[in-house]
Each structure stands twice: as structure tokens, then as C-alpha cells.
């Protein structure tokens, strides 16, 4: 088992305190943005080339902010752990990304933008953020076209709009069912540009396992080449992680199985708050798992919404095929229940209502474990060919896993985790607790509070890194001209490079008997019964002890073959599983803390009659954002309070 004084028990009593500073600047919401453009430093062009930036994760945010960076003249490496930063998570994004350009004429603006981003997450985000985002949120589809990515177009060649839930207009911008790929390829191509003209220096295979701190500011980081096993020590200025989201703590996933909680832990031990780690996203349009031995869930996209009708028999434990289920023996329990958005409700109240039919005994498939998203309708009234080119890739995908061909049985879906709205703690400026420290994408808390619209964390990425950190970040240089990035001979790297060592070596030392995989699929079914789809107070604390007793287990008996100098995929595995343990509690804790239901989270003692969620807006509107201490020491909770000066916070309703 690791050293006592690098992993160990947490005692997680917690205790709130003090009062965080977001530095949202001050004056009216729609200028905040502009006049701080302003008002912060600047480095001038010539100088930009002093600096060195670390950028860790070459996905949708980390590749655009190395691309921009390297364009403006800093001296930048980038690191990921992929053998291409191509193959980041960001590829598997399938149905698109919200922009308020207003093309369908249908009332969008910048401000409703903001408005259903704010409703959306259930009032618990910052308004300046949120705003900033909608208003960047149309350079980011010139930018991207620009690029050349393949949006698609109507018939006399404007970009082509489609709805998501939680937005009454049609504003998201998409490839197919692949945006998240055409975009990446348009940020990697980006800096790659940027690799060739020597502006960015490319690190692939590395992963970073540390962060290192000077005077209490980052100064680089620690990484491991996972071919060859050599640790070593990179120095920057400044370090931005662009490392993604934690979903994979719950083991079965529609996220890349790569993904993990690493980068923004590691971060996190050393000083970096961790705000909201319950807000977690359940998306509803999954397919279901077929067994209990399966290790990987696959999103459907939520564009199928648009056109696709979701029902349930109503007859209980119905096994009748759903063709020979008439009419009016159909449960379309969203469109009764929420006429006004119908099936295109956000995610947070589609996965519970989905929950709550199959629980009450309405499910459909052999596990009884879905509901049904039927497009019947849809290829009667628009014909099988217009339904093929909006979701053709999408279709095909879903019969090569289920043997079922969607264009004449309904698909069945399932809610599973999909994306994590909690992450590293960051100010307007998107910096960490940890000076020079910045986090940018789905790795950070940012603004998506309790639950994200869909098609709106492609633009928060690439908001951050086309368009917010290019500029914050210079705020945070200006002050360090002349100064010399630490030496990786300091002790604060060669000690770090050390602990990592002896952490490898001890992984490889442990010999127990079972591996790592067992652990982590044990620790994902504690963290879905407990913190899933909706939480209590007793299965909370029960998820915090079993979660400390399995993580005892797996320091003692996990077994991790092979050596230390080769690649070793339960090597790498062995360290991400920690830090999985160690967030998992912290998530039990932060939404045992948490004593409302909001968005994502939802506490069954706290709902309305209609099983809504029901906030506490006198008690909760903050973001909680924790403070590590050092391993068996308490965590402290500290608060930012959210203020909401231009929306008025109502009982969401999608009715
Ligand atoms: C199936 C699916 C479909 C989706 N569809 C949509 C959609 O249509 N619209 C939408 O807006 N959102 C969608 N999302 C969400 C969206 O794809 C993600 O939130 C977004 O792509 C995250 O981008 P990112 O750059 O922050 O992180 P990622 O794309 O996850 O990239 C993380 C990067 O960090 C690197 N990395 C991580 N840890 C380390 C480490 N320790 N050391 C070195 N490198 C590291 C990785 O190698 C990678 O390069 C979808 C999500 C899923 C799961």
C-alpha cells in the first residue's frame, strides 16, 4: 500500500469556512467582460516569448488554448497522455455545440442564451461566467468554420440549427453526429500549425501525476512517459490542466474509458479547491447495459430528442414487442407531463422521470432496464431519408451494438453518467486557489452549476481556450517578466520525481490478489447505488464507510503485474483508481453536505409533491469548494456565495 503520509484514510468531518473571492469584475452584466478586457495587464507581444505555459490535455479545451497561446508568442508545451492528442475524449461528442447567432430567426439572443444556462443549472452558477460564455459563444462558429469544420448547412447554405433540451429555440450547430470530432480536428489542426512553426512543443504518452508549487505557486508539473516509465520534471510559469471530467469514478460510463481524475486530484492535493464534487450529469439517452460484466455505456446522442418520442408500456411488466403495443396503451410520460418542453426537458428531470417508469415497473428489453425513443413518427412524416442524414451515423451505431435496427423498432435507452458539472474551484480569471495554477474545460466547476444544457460543454471548452484563457492568462504574467522559470534541478522537482518513483514502486510491491479493474468496478457500484441518479442521507453514509473499507482492500490486496519500465496499462490504472477512491468520498461528503436537491443532484428528502427538485436557495446558493489538508486530516468546505443580480431565481419549471 502507497506511504500513509501520500494516500491515506480521510477523515472528512467537515467544517465550513471561509468566504471565497470569485473576482467577478463589477458593473453591468453585459460590460463585465469587455471592461476587463481592458482593465487587465498585457503582455506585450515581444515579451510573450519569456514565458513558458504548460497546457496538460490536448482535447477540445486543451488544444485550442495551446493553439491560441502558441499563436500569440508564449513558449508552450503541451502533454497528454493519448498516443495522439486526436484521440481525446472530446472525439466522442456527438450531437453538437450552442451558439446564440439567432440563424433560425426564432428569438435567440446573447441573453437567453445566458438565461436557460442559468435555469438550466438550477441557479447555481455564477452569472458573469455564464454570461461571458454566451457572449463568446458565436466567435467560437466563425472561428470553427474558418477552420473548416463541416457544419451543417441548409439548403441555401447558412450553418443548419437544431434543438436541445432545456432551450425553446434551435441553436445548436453540429456535424452530423460527429461535432466533437470535426472540432477537434479543427483545434488539433490548430496546433499543430502551431507545433510545426515551434511555438508549442508536443509531449504524447505523458502523463502528468503531480503538480509542483513554489512559494505557494505552480511551477511546473511531474510526469510519466508510459512507454518508458521515466518520470521527469517540466518547468513553466504558468501550468493550465485541460484534463476533462471525473464520470469514469462511476466505472461504467459513456465517457472514454482513458478518462479520469488524475490531473485535477493531484492538483487538488496540492492546493487547488475542488468545488462541487456531487453535481455530477446523468444523461437519459444511453443504451442500457446488457450485462452485468459490461464495461463500457454508449451515449445516444440527446439531437434524437428532436425528433425521437420516448414511452413506456402502461401496463406493467409489459413483454408484448412495442409494435403490438397500440396507441392508447402508450405512456408518453414527458410530453403529458411537460407539454410545454416536452421530450426536450434537460437532461436532470428526463433521467428521473426515465428512473422512475422503469422502477415503477414500466421498462421495456430483456433486463426491463429502458425506455423506448421511437422515431416512427418521425420517418412517417419526414421519410426514412431525412431522418438518415441528420442521425445516420448515430442509427447505424446504435444497431451494430443492439442487433436492432432503429428505423423499425424503437431504440431503448437508459440514463448513465455522462459528464461531471463538479471540478477544479477556478475565479473569473479561471485560476485555481493556487496561484499561476488555471483550469480550463470540463476539468473545471465553471458554468454549468447543477446540471448542463446539452451541447454546451463543446462551447464552454472552447470558450476557455480560444477566447477567455488567451487573455486571463497574460493578467497573470505580466507581473513575472524578467523572472526565470524554476529550475527542474530545485528540490521542489527533484523530491517530486522521487515521491512519484517510490509511488510506482509501491504499486508494484503491493502483490495482492486482485486487480485493479475489480476495484474500480466495485467502487463505480457503491458510487451508482449511492450517489447516482438521486441520493439520501442513509445510503450517503453508507457510501462512506463502504467506500473507506474497499479502499483499505485495494491498498492492501490490489495486484499489479509487469514492471515499471515498460507499458503497463494496470500500472497507469493503479494510481487513477486512488484518486477515484479519494474523490468518491469527497463526493459522498459534499452531497451529504448539501441539503437541497438542485439539477443533477438530487436528495430524496428534498423534493416537492410533484418529485421535483426542490432548492434551498436561503441555504445553498454557494458553491462549495473543498480544501485539501493532507491525507487523514479534515477537508474544509468553503463557499462561494452566488448572486444573482439579473435573473430572479424561481421553482424551475418545464411545464
Ligand atoms: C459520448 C459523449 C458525447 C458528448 N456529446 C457532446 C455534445 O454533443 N455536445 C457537447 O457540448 N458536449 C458533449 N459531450 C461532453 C463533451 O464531449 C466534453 O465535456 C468535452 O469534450 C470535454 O473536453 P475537454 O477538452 O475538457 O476534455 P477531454 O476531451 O476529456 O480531454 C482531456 C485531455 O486531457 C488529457 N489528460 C487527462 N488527464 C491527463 C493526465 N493526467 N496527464 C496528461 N494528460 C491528461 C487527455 O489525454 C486529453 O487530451 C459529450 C460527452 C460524451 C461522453
Known sequence: MPNETTRGSLNMET?????????????PLEDKWENHKF???????????????????????????????????????????????????????????????????????????????IKG?????????VHRLAEVSTNIIDQATAQGVPFAREYGGLLDNRSFGGAQVSRTFYARGQTGQQLLLGAYSAMMRQVSAGSVELHTRSEL????????????????????????????????????????VYFLSTNAMMSNVTAAWRAHRRGAFFANPCYTQIHPTCIPASDDFQSKLTLMSESLRNDGRIWVPDAFDDSRPAHEIPEN??????????????????????????????????????????????????????????????????????ESITGENPYEVPMRIYPAIHYTMGGVWVDYNLMT??????????????????????????????????????????DGLADQLGNPAVSTDDPVFTNAVSAIEDETAKWLSINGTRSVDYFHRELGRLVWDHI??????????????????????????????????????????????????????LMAHDALKREESCGGHFREEHQTPEGEAQRDD????????????????????????LDFENVTLTQRSYK
Open 15 to 27: 467544517e465550513t469556512n471561509t468566504l471565497l473571492d470569485s473576482r467577478v469584475p463589477s458593473g
Open 618 to 641: 436561503e441555504g445553498f446558493a454557494h458553491v462549495a469548494a473543498w480544501e485539501w489538508n493532507g491525507a487523514g486530516s479534515l477537508q474544509t468546505r468553503h463557499v462561494e456565495q
Open 532 to 585: 447516482g441518479m438521486s441520493r439520501n442521507k442513509e445510503g450517503l453514509e453508507k457510501a462512506i464507510s463502504e467506500i473507506s473499507a474497499l479502499k483499505e482492500e485495494f491498498y492492501s490486496d490490489v495486484r499489479v503485474l509487469g514492471s515499471a519500465d515498460t507499458l503497463n496499462l494496470s500500472l497507469e490504472k493503479a494510481g487513477r483508481v486512488s484518486d477515484f477512491f479519494e474523490l468518491a468520498e
Open 121 to 129: 443549472g438550477d441557479y447555481r452558477s455564477r452569472e458573469a461566467n
Open 433 to 474: 486557489t493556487i496561484p499561476g495554477l488555471y483550469a480550463i474545460g470540463e476539468a473545471n466547476f465553471s458554468d454549468h452549476g447543477a446540471n448542463r444544457l446539452g451541447a454546451s460543454a463543446l462551447m464552454q471548452g472552447l470558450a476557455d481556450g480560444y477566447f477567455v484563457l488567451p487573455y486571463t492568462i497574460g
Open 39 to 117: 482593465s487587465m495587464k498585457l503582455v506585450n507581444p515581444n515579451n510573450k516569448r519569456k514565458f513558458d505555459v504548460i497546457v496538460v490535455g490536448t482535447g477540445l479545451a486543451g488544444a485550442s488554448a495551446a493553439a491560441s497561446l502558441g499563436e500569440l508568442g508564449y513558449k508552450v508545451k503541451a502533454f497528454t497522455f493519448h498516443d495522439s492528442p486526436r484521440r481525446a475524449h472530446s472525439i466522442a461528442a456527438q450531437g453538437g455545440i450552442n451558439a446564440a447567432k439567432n440563424y433560425k430567426n426564432d428569438g435567440d439572443s446573447v441573453y437567453r442564451l445566458f438565461y436557460d444556462t
Open 329 to 398: 396503451e402508450r405512456d408518453y410520460y414527458l410530453e403529458t407531463k411537460y407539454p410545454a418542453f416536452g421530450n426536450l426537458v434537460p437532461r436532470d428531470v428526463a433521467s428521473r422521470n426515465a428512473k422512475n417508469v422503469v422502477d415503477q415497473g414500466h421498462g421495456v428489453g430483456p433486463l426491463k432496464n429502458g425506455v423506448y425513443l421511437d422515431f416512427a413518427a418521425a420517418v412517417e412524416r419526414d421519410g426514412q431519408d431525412a431522418i438518415s442524414a441528420k442521425y445516420g451515423n448515430l442509427f447505424d451505431m446504435y
Open 209 to 248: 501525476l503531480d503538480v509542483v508549487t513554489k512559494d505557494g505557486k505552480a511551477c511546473g508539473i511531474v510526469t510519466r512517459d508510459l512507454l518508458s516509465g521515466e518520470v521527469s520534471a517540466h518547468s513553466a510559469h504558468a501550468v493550465v490542466l485541460a484534463t476533462g471530467g471525473y464520470g469514469n
